[in-house]
């Protein structure tokens, strides 16, 4: 199991969380997305490495802005 860390800006709500959620579950590999409305960080388990793209493009099809990765802290 692979996790990822990323950053999203114009989340603001639950809804907002369950977009973006819905959206990178959808990307291949994804099994777990767990996201923070409040500090915009988005962590994302999966079972192989992700292309920034497919990330990118998944957290503006949801309608927000993806703002890059994020160190992961323990």
């Known amino acids: 199991m692979i996790e990822h860390g990323y950053t999203v800006s ?3 709500c639950g809804h ?3 977009s973006v959620t819905e959206e990178l579950s959808a990307v291949p590999g994804v099994t777990e997305v767990s ?3 409040e500090t ?3 962590t994302v ?3 192989e490495a992700l292309a920034e793209d497919a ?6 099809e949801a309608g927000y ?3 890059g990765t994020a160190a992961l802290v323990s």
Do not use: I, P
């Open 10 to 12: 114009g989340m603001s």
């Open 16 to 18: 907002c969380a369950q």
């Open 35 to 37: 996201v923070d409305v």
């Open 40 to 42: 915009g960080r988005v």
């Open 45 to 47: 388990k999966s079972t």
């Open 55 to 60: 990330v990118r493009a998944a957290v503006e």
């Open 65 to 67: 802005t993806y703002e």
